[in-house]
């Protein structure tokens, strides 16, 4: 792989692929959505949303900082797979079950920092909840429970590198999501640059960096094209073929721009 790479050329390739991407969804009637297609199509949503940040921080000179948010499209494509593997619409549920106990938790942080009346904070707690009953009554209704995969306190109740192996994805685990770890919580093997600026006695980068972008578009492109063949499955759209020929192109023009196609 190059320490170069074709900039413009991987960029190139990345807009092409959320372009077309982007229009793959078209026009959704919630209404009429069972809660598990609903939470797949909003949780693809948010993997392209990330996938433009990441295109917008790579085009920027900022390619390592796009690390963690390659790591959440990892992530939310996972929970796609999970939801969307079988069981589907309990799944989902178990995925939106987790939201009150996130904001309650976050409204008592805001109480006990003094920025939230304690009175104001139970006003919205109460309107919340009883939205939250609303929909999970009507979801009992018809036979939809939340249910785990496993016994933990996560949403699918298995610690994460469990929840890949099951997907059948440890790779994507090994290659990005825990190697992106290191960006994300900015370890000791996220300050290389640092360190080697200090090494060299040079003045430190804080603004661009000329990184290499490669990993998180590669990730980009595997994580986008996954879900769209889930949700492809999902939803009957019959453009599976569609769907390989996108990763097909992205992939070999990202190759090219990298200089690694056609080697052994």
């Avoid at 598990?36 to 996938?51: D, P």
């Avoid at 939801?83 to 106990?101: C, E, Q």
Wanted: some cysteine; glycine content about 6%; aromatic content about 6%.
């Amino acid at each position: 792989m190059s320490d170069r790479p074709d900039l413009r050329r991987l960029l190139g390739a990345h807009r092409s692929l959320l372009d077309e991407a982007e229009a793959f969804p078209g026009r959704i009637d919630l209404s009429k959505e069972p809660v598990s297609q609903w939470v797949a199509l909003a949780l693809f949503a948010r993997v392209v949303h990330l996938a433009e940040a990441i295109h917008t921080l790579i085009e920027q000179g900022y390619a390592d900082v796009a690390e963690p948010l390659t790591r959440a499209m990892v992530s939310a494509t996972e929970n796609i797979l999970a939801i969307i593997d079988t069981d589907s619409d309990n799944r989902a549920l178990a995925f939106l079950s987790l939201v009150p106990d996130i904001r309650k938790k976050r409204l008592a942080a805001l109480v006990h920092h003094c920025l939230l009346a304690q009175d104001d904070a139970e006003q919205q707690e109460r309107l919340a909840a009883v939205n939250d009953a609303r929909v999970l009554d009507q979801y009992e209704a018809m036979g939809v429970s939340p249910a785990k995969i496993g016994g933990g306190k996560s949403w699918h109740g298995l610690d994460d590198k469990t929840l890949f192996q099951q997907m059948g994805a440890e790779w994507r685990y090994d290659l990005y999501y825990a190697p992106f770890s290191d960006e994300l919580h900015v370890n000791a093997a996220a300050l290389g640059p640092e360190i080697n600026a200090m090494r060299s006695g040079i003045a430190f980068e804080f603004g661009p960096r000329s990184g290499n972008p490669a990993m998180s578009l590669i990730a980009s492109n595997q994580a986008i094209c996954q879900a769209l063949r889930q949700l492809d499955a999902q939803r009957k759209w019959g453009r599976q073929e569609q769907i390989d020929d996108l990763f097909k192109r992205t992939r070999e023009e990202i190759e090219d721009a990298l200089g690694v196609r056609g080697r052994s």
